[in-house]
């Protein structure tokens, strides 16, 4: 029997994070001894806000080099670049046309990155999701592992797929396309922001301080720590919400020493700040140090990642290019001779 099959991915734009890692990557690293596990890397969508084309490339190698560094296989997995497999914007255009506007414009992502560029929104900007939808539906997927905040957008894949594919163009008994669900781990699902625990983590913060990068430097990780916000109140607990930073730090302290919230609660309760704050530094940079070790390792050797890269978009074109070709058929598009 063939395996269920999982797709996500990152986008390259500049340093990953713990949230990026907690929330996604990891998950992804269990799932590809289970499921037949296809990540890319979404360059595609990091050209949707003002990019510097100079760094693109190396960003998406780096990323990729994280991917593997992180811990996917390509011996188990398929891992691959977005813009290498030309069915994404393909997929993406038919399902453009399909799609109600305003599915597009009432997506919070949407709507908080269009406020931060004023006057420049770019259409991609818009369309991201529906490009998302087609990494997902190209293949297929069963699961989708992503953090809290791509909920919105899974929801939007789903119904694409069975409102306006399966049921505008197929029947019941032979959809086009496979309805996705949305896998999002309750631990590290929405790792928040250093400086303010009431904002996700995020690249796009403009406050370094707020985030740690999986390719911080240990001293630049435990500065970091030391600086993030805290409260006046003594002992560390989860789930207060009058204490979002305790909840925080302690769950990133539970997912960085593979323990559950309630048993680093535990461990913790009578601690202050001045105590804990040095044990999750420590945890952090012992976490990150075999991830950095392996990511510097790899970009030494650009012909191997290039070889990786090359065999993932060979074989996610070969399931990627038959999804869009059911798609094409059923949407009434005539095919080359070759194809029928
Ligand atoms: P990106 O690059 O913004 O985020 C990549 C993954 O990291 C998760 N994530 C977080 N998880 C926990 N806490 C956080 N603070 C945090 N910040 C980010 C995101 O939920 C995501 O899983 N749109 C996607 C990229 C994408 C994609 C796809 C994902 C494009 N096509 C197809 C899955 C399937 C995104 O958020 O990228």
């Not at 799932?31 to 296809?38: E, P, V």
């Not at 998406?60 to 994404?88: E, I, K, N, W």
């Not at 919400?241 to 305790?246: Q, S």
């Amino acid at each position: 029997m063939s395996r269920p099959r999982v797709l996500s991915g990152v986008q390259p734009t500049g340093a990953l994070h713990l949230g990026n890692w907690l929330g996604a990557i990891r998950n992804w690293v269990d799932l590809q001894h289970s499921h037949d596990t296809y990540v890319c890397v979404v360059d595609l969508h990091a050209i949707t806000v003002p990019h510097d084309p100079a760094r693109l490339a190396a960003d998406t190698r780096s990323t990729a080099g994280l991917y593997l560094a992180c811990g996917m296989d390509p011996d188990l997995c398929t891992v691959f670049v977005q813009s290498h497999v030309r069915a994404h914007s393909e997929l993406c255009w038919l399902l453009n046309c399909i799609t109600p506007l305003n599915w597009l414009e009432r997506m919070i992502q949407f709507r908080e990155k269009a406020v931060k560029q004023g006057d420049n929104v770019s259409v991609g900007l818009l369309d991201y999701p529906v490009l998302m939808a087609a990494d997902i539906l190209l293949y297929d997927a069963d699961l989708v592992p992503v953090g809290e905040d791509q909920k919105q957008h899974l929801e939007l894949a789903r119904d694409i797929a069975q409102q306006r594919i399966n049921s505008g163009f197929g029947s019941e008994d032979h959809p086009i396309l496979k309805v996705p669900e949305p896998l999002i781990l309750k631990q590290g699902a929405r790792v928040m922001s250093l400086t303010d625990a009431r904002q996700k983590m995020s690249k796009s913060d403009p406050n370094e301080g707020s985030r740690i990068n999986l390719l911080d430097p240990p001293d630049l990780v435990r500065r970091k720590i030391k600086r993030a916000k805290t409260d006046p109140v003594m002992g560390l607990e989860a789930g207060n919400p009058e204490r979002p930073e305790a909840s925080n730090l302690l769950g990133l302290y539970a997912s960085l020493t593979a323990q559950t919230t309630a048993e680093a609660e535990q461990a913790c309760e009578g601690m202050g700040w001045g105590r804990f704050k040095p044990l999750l530094a420590d945890a952090a940079v012992a976490a990150l140090e075999p991830i950095q070790k392996r990511h510097a390792e790899l970009m030494q050797d650009p012909a191997y990642l290039d070889g990786v890269l090359a065999a993932g978009a060979e074989q996610a074109s070969r399931v990627a290019d038959a999804t869009l070709a059911r798609v094409q058929t059923a949407l009434g598009l005539l095919g080359t001779a070759a194809s029928r």
